[in-house]
């Protein structure tokens, strides 16, 4: 960066110190003055940050020229220009420093801008928000369909630090509800089998395990067959491969790990016995139980079983109500465990049927709920010192389109990214907004609106 005495060209002129003119034009003066020292500093700062700004060195003789004419307006102008384009380089080195500590947590290729016309990695923020945007490969190269990304570069007619603060803060995280995600065994049986998912199409029970019926499903594989199971609102489904013969499902209704009189079996050999709603009716030892149909305990028949065969398998599909209302049936919620075990031929898992202890669980789903999108649009127009000027003669004259900018960004979600008008909070600086004078606090109450709102795996988007 070239190399500028302020002070020295002032000196060097003997008009400006030295004039005896008005009080008016020795305070134009005094301005200049320490405008130039304020510059000399600034200057001084980005040079130990290794920056090279060749852009201001043309700036920097245009000054040094209307200093020794004694432009005095002109000058003044110039060097406020110098002064706020070097604040803004400033912050922008910083936080380029503040991305060299953290670039970890970015992907490689998601770090790139242009500044001056060298590269240097900045840890920019782009993100996909559902189908409609995606990822910009790089900042600095409009990105397909993606409304973040946007050119950093001294070049270009907004200011750099407007631009920074725009592009590095849009981001959006996930923040998403769901489905199930790792189940927690119950203390009360074996580790290792706990079935957990939601069934996004409830399937037809004629036992014909169709692919696409039981794509929800969680399943387990164990020697001689195969355990899937999903839950609806209102029903349990499971579908079993079993080694061919009679097969039972037995549960531990309320999870305790011990066999107990009424609690829920499943049991099917056809074509001897039609009934599939079975009971624990007696408990006669440590390691046995008599069990009959529910209607013949005084319950009713719930659920349906269909089954069909082949020459080594018997192939289910089971669907019992999560809560009949039957004493003899377990009633279950969302969140809840049931424990169970299968009874087959050679099949006994996942462990002893005498030893509930022993058994694996089936939790129950919540319902799949889609993720909300959430947005907050926030425009600032006013920079601090940047606003002093009127905007015709601001350094960079598109801080007078923040808040436009910001419009446009919200509008374009509404219309064509489906977040709803609702969802979406827009926030400027613009005289006669409801947060025109933006603060602090201001920041941070539409922060904890958007805390308050967005669920996990919903889409929240900063901007």
């Not at 009080?23 to 301005?31: E, P, T």
């Not at 509930?356 to 959430?374: C, Y």
């Not at 977040?419 to 409801?434: C, H, Q």
């Amino acid at each position: 960066m070239e190399e500028l005495d302020f002070a020295g060209s002032s000196r060097a002129s003997g008009f400006f110190l030295d004039s005896r003119e008005d009080r008016r034009h020795l305070a134009l003066h005094q301005r200049i003055r320490r405008t130039a020292q304020e510059i000399r500093t600034l200057k001084n700062e980005l040079k130990e940050t290794g920056f090279q700004g060749r852009r201001l060195a043309s700036r920097i003789r245009k000054a040094r020229r209307l200093i020794v004419s004694q432009q005095c307006g002109e000058a003044l102008r110039e060097l406020e220009y110098l002064r706020s384009l070097l604040t803004e380089y400033l912050a922008v080195e910083k936080l380029h420093y503040f991305d060299q500590r953290f670039s970890s947590w970015f992907p490689e290729e998601d770090r790139t801008r242009e500044f001056g016309g060298a590269r240097q990695d900045l840890g920019g923020v782009t993100a996909r928000a559902g189908e409609g945007l995606d990822r910009g490969r790089r900042i600095g190269r409009p990105a397909r369909n993606a409304i973040f990304s946007a050119q950093i570069s001294s070049r270009g007619r907004r200011s750099p630090l407007a631009r920074v603060m725009l592009i590095t803060l849009a981001a959006i995280l996930p923040l998403s509800v769901l489905p199930v995600g790792p189940v927690q065994r119950a203390s009360a049986h074996a580790a290792g089998v706990s079935l957990s998912a939601f069934a996004s199409v409830a399937p037809t029970i004629d036992g014909v395990i169709g692919a696409s019926e039981w794509t929800s499903a969680d399943r387990s594989d164990f020697t001689g067959g195969s355990i899937q199971v999903m839950n609806a609102l209102s029903n349990l489904y499971i579908a079993l491969r079993m080694p061919r013969g009679p097969f039972s499902i037995h549960f531990d209704d309320n999870h305790n790990g011990i066999r107990e009189v009424g609690e829920d079996i499943i049991f099917d050999n056809r074509p001897f016995f039609a009934e599939t709603d079975w009971a624990v009716g007696e408990i006669i030892g440590p390691d046995s139980f008599g069990f009959s149909p529910d209607a013949s305990l005084g319950g009713t028949e719930d659920g349906i079983l269909a089954t069909t065969v082949d020459g080594t398998s018997v192939f289910a599909e089971i669907s019992h109500p999560l809560c009949s209302g039957d004493s003899l049936d377990f009633c279950l919620r969302p969140t809840e465990t049931v424990g169970f075990a299968l009874l087959g031929e050679g099949v006994e898992w996942p462990g002893s049927i005498g030893n509930p202890s022993q058994w694996g669980d089936i939790r129950i789903a919540s319902a799949v709920t889609p993720p909300q999108r959430w947005a907050l649009v926030i425009g600032i127009n006013d920079y601090g010192t940047l606003s002093q000027l009127p905007c015709p003669f601001r350094p960079q004259p598109d801080l007078c389109g923040a808040v436009n900018d910001a419009r446009r960004v919200a509008e374009t979600l509404i219309r064509n990214y489906n977040f709803p008008a609702s969802n979406v909070r827009l926030v400027t600086d613009e005289i006669g907004s409801a947060a025109d004078d933006v603060t602090p606090q201001v920041f941070f109450d539409h922060f904890q609106w958007l805390a308050r709102n967005a669920r996990e795996n919903d889409i929240a988007l900063f901007y």
